[in-house]
């Protein structure tokens, strides 16, 4: 007789589920806060992959005039590809010109004259070459250049002054770890008073929008908030506040911008929004982001560095989910 003859049991190795790695289970968490729950793949390369290539300056000058009721795209010709900004590099490029030219008139020529504007042209290179890339990222093109300006102008100094107000509410003599959180609370609340009033301004409805605006009092509140660090510490801190600004007030305002118009829609803006789960998620992280940045904690470089990751990682996210929605709303037309 013949031996019967089992079929083998797959290998356990075969069977195993896969482990995602933790920045994919970042990510699919994060997704899942904006309604997919799914990993979003993080190309950086790919995404930067313009900047440095060459490009005309009738192509920068296309770029700026979009946002007026002439040049703003329709919803069919609106790109969902994957972004890549390119021009912001070059207002950063620009930027460090203008301050390597101050810097050297201030330190070899003693320009004391010289000195105001080396602090804030310092102060505003990269929060405002962060803001200009946020407005090539915008790909509904339906916010002009002059808007995003006065937004970051008027809007920033506006939610420095917010905070100021909030501020007079508390007493904060040391900063300790308790205290960090508090301050995070009062600052993030205040940019986000000037979010929500050019939110309702200006009836953005599109996630991309609201991480524009968001972005525009970010930068707006960094740019003014180092500057008067620099005029108190000196021109040493400038230096240490533009590496940090990578990843503090720009993307922080960013997130929470596009948080509130994810949830706000094409709706008109009303008080419950503000208690939607999925904003105050967002909100929550970057309340958190911030308290840990200005806590004393130990290892104060490292903690930065990875503060900046996780800040860039939710922004990247929240850029997944506006392309996302250009592709739902196409569909829903």
Known sequence: MQPTVTPAEPSPKSTAPVNPNLLDS??????????QRRKV???????????????S????????????????????????????????ARVLLIFA??????????????????????????????????????????TFRNISIFKVTKIFMVGGVASVLTTMVL???????????????????????????MIAYYVKRIQARFILNGLLIGAAIGAGFAAFETAGYA?????????????????THT???????????????DRPLAGPMFRDGRFLRFFGLTIVLHALWDMPLPFEWVRIGLLIIV??????VLINAGLREIRTLRTGA
């Open 26 to 35: 970042a990510t699919t968490q994060l997704n899942s806060w904006t309604g």
């Open 41 to 55: 793949p993080l190309k950086l390369g790919s995404m930067f992959s313009e900047v440095f290539k060459t490009h």
């Open 57 to 88: 300056e009738a192509a920068a000058e296309q770029l700026f005039i979009g946002g007026t009721q002439t040049t703003t795209p329709s919803l069919a010709t609106v790109s969902d590809s994957p972004v890549k900004p390119w021009l912001f």
């Open 97 to 138: 010109l203008t301050i390597a030219i101050l810097a050297g008139s201030y330190f070899l020529f003693d320009g004391e004259k010289m000195y105001i504007s080396l602090i804030f042209m310092s102060a505003l290179a990269v929060p405002f070459s962060l803001l200009m890339m946020f407005f090539e990222i915008n």
């Open 167 to 193: 501020y007079q509410l508390v007493s904060i003599q040391n900063l300790t770890v308790l205290t960090a959180i508090l301050v995070a609370f009062i600052e993030e609340t205040g940019k986000l008073v």
């Open 231 to 247: 005029q108190d510490l000196g021109l040493s801190v400038l230096l240490v506040r533009s590496i940090s600004s990578l990843g």
């Open 251 to 265: 993307l922080w305002g960013t997130i929470n911008g596009a948080a509130l118009v994810m949830v706000k829609g």
């Open 311 to 316: 800040a860039w990682v939710t922004v990247l």
